[in-house]
């Protein structure tokens, strides 16, 4: 059973377009990452938050601890954002991360 | 440069033919961590390590070995490797995850695939 929970699987998305990536978890966390990952396979990290909201360009990633909720915001977006974005946690009782299935994201100019 | 590195990129194998596929990291991170990446089941955590001779298992462990001698290095062994771990494998490390949490850093990946 995965807790891990994202939503949409799948995205298409004119250039320009605000998108929101949405995971939810199950249990209590200590740490949540947002990942991205281009075709080709590397992963990189965007933002690991454990409470409110980080900014880096035009990338935003809120987290709600109470609801169990974090959520990826790409502003102005443009066709090199297209990659699986991919949430992870670690719960607050061990050492393992857990992550969601992925949302793969299409920008269309 | 800051990075992780894993060979073989690419492997084909044969059941049963043990192999290992290494994982360094230049960053003198305490954290090393494997993950195998399957479709439609994403990212899952095999064994990772906290420190030097600290190892633990993730979430799918079976089939598979590690060890932690140097800090750097934390190679992933195949004892008889099967066709069900026909898969993407990423090796990653961060900086701390004893009392607070750090970003990851993944090597680039390892295809395996086992016939």
């Known amino acids: 059973k995965n807790e891990v929970e994202q939503s949409p699987q799948n995205l298409t998305a004119q250039e320009g377009e605000f998108i929101t990536i949405n995971c939810s978890y199950s249990v209590g966390i200590s740490a949540l990452h947002w990942l991205q990952q281009h075709p080709g396979g590397g992963i990189v990290s965007l933002f690991m938050?454990?409470?409110g909201k980080k900014k880096h360009g035009r990338l935003i990633a809120t987290i709600n601890i109470q609801e169990k909720h974090s959520s990826l915001h790409i502003t102005a977006s443009h066709p090199r954002d297209s990659a699986v974005y991919i949430c992870?946690?670690?719960?607050?009782?061990?050492?393992?991360?857990?992550f969601g299935t992925g949302t793969s994201l299409t920008v269309i100019p | 440069e800051a990075q992780v590195t894993q060979n073989p990129r690419y492997l084909i194998t044969v059941t049963g033919k043990k192999l290992t596929v290494t994982c360094s990291q230049n960053m003198n991170h305490e954290y090393m961590s494997w993950y195998r990446q399957d479709p439609g089941l994403g990212l899952r955590q095999i064994y990772y390590s906290m420190n030097v001779e600290v190892t633990d298992k993730g979430d799918v462990p079976e089939g598979y070995k590690v060890s932690r001698k140097e800090k750097r290095n934390f190679p992933l062994i195949l004892e008889s490797p099967s066709p069900n771990q026909t898969s993407l494998y990423f090796c990653?490390?961060?900086?701390?995850?004893?009392?607070?949490?750090?970003?990851?850093?993944f090597g680039p990946g390892t295809r395996l695939t086992v016939t």
């Open positions: 990653a490390s961060s900086a701390r995850l004893a009392g607070g949490n750090s970003e990851q850093y």
């Open positions: 992870a946690v670690r719960w607050n009782t061990g050492n393992q991360f857990y």
């Open positions: 938050l454990s409470s």
